[in-house]
């Protein structure tokens, strides 16, 4: 089983739908991040969150420490919001960054 | 400020041939990663160094990887001899920590593209 589960792997949706992508990690961390890789570019860091909720624009990310899940939304989804967004935690006992396996989404206009 | 720096941006080689990729990190950054991108297994972290200092290079894949990173704004990954089995996305990042590498924002380059014939 991996460290980091990110669900669904792929999604697809309508503009101005409300997106919701989710990760489970099952090891001891200090930092959860949320990236987004566009095809064929590079990777953008979205957010970092230890704790809480963070916002950026229609861009919404919380995380449950006790639980161990993070989620990131999408509010009015816009087809340029279509990339993989990716899932990484900083491991406690590893002492490194470990990925989930990422989200396809696509959004259709 | 010029963001990462990686290149070359797209390397096609033959099989046998050495393979230098560059990074020039976030002046000020003192964090900088060396990650592998590929269908199969996804983003998996190469090594790291702190302050110019490798701290952990578990993820190197075999002895025909190394990484250097001689002063705080140049690092090299080579890969001699390379194999078609290299081919894959590398991707170099840095950030600024106050104390772990946990904390700070990751800023990533927009990577380098190895195709090995």
């Known amino acids: 089983k991996n460290e980091v589960e990110q669900s669904p792997q792929n999604l697809t949706a309508q503009e101005g739908e409300f997106i919701t992508i989710n990760c489970s990690y099952s090891v001891g961390i200090s930092a959860l991040h949320w990236l987004q890789q566009h095809p064929g570019g590079g990777i953008v860091s979205l957010f970092m969150?230890?704790?809480g909720k963070k916002k950026h624009g229609r861009l919404i990310a919380t995380i449950n420490i006790q639980e161990k899940h993070s989620s990131l939304h999408i509010t009015a989804s816009h087809p340029r919001d279509s990339a993989v967004y990716i899932c990484?935690?900083?491991?406690?006992?590893?002492?490194?960054?470990?990925f989930g396996q990422g989200t396809r989404l696509t959004i259709n206009p | 400020d010029a963001g990462v720096i990686q290149s070359p941006r797209h390397e096609v080689t033959e099989m046998g041939q050495e393979v230098t990729l560059r990074c020039k990190p976030i002046s000020g950054h003192d964090y900088l990663f060396w990650y592998r991108q590929t269908m199969m297994r996804g983003l998996e972290l190469l090594i790291y160094?702190?302050?110019?200092?490798?701290?952990?290079d578990s993820g190197m894949p075999e002895d025909r990887f190394s990484a250097k990173m001689p002063n705080a704004s140049f690092s090299t990954l080579k890969i001699q001899p390379s194999e078609p089995r290299d081919s894959a996305v590398y991707f170099c990042?840095?950030?600024?920590?106050?104390?772990?590498?946990?904390?700070?924002?990751?800023?990533f380059g927009e990577g380098s593209r190895l195709t090995v014939l």
């Open positions: 969150l230890s704790s």
């Open positions: 990042a840095s950030t600024k920590t106050r104390a772990l590498p946990n904390t700070g924002e990751l800023f």
């Open positions: 990484a935690v900083w491991s406690q006992g590893a002492q490194k960054l470990v």
């Open positions: 160094f702190n302050n110019n200092v490798p701290i952990d």
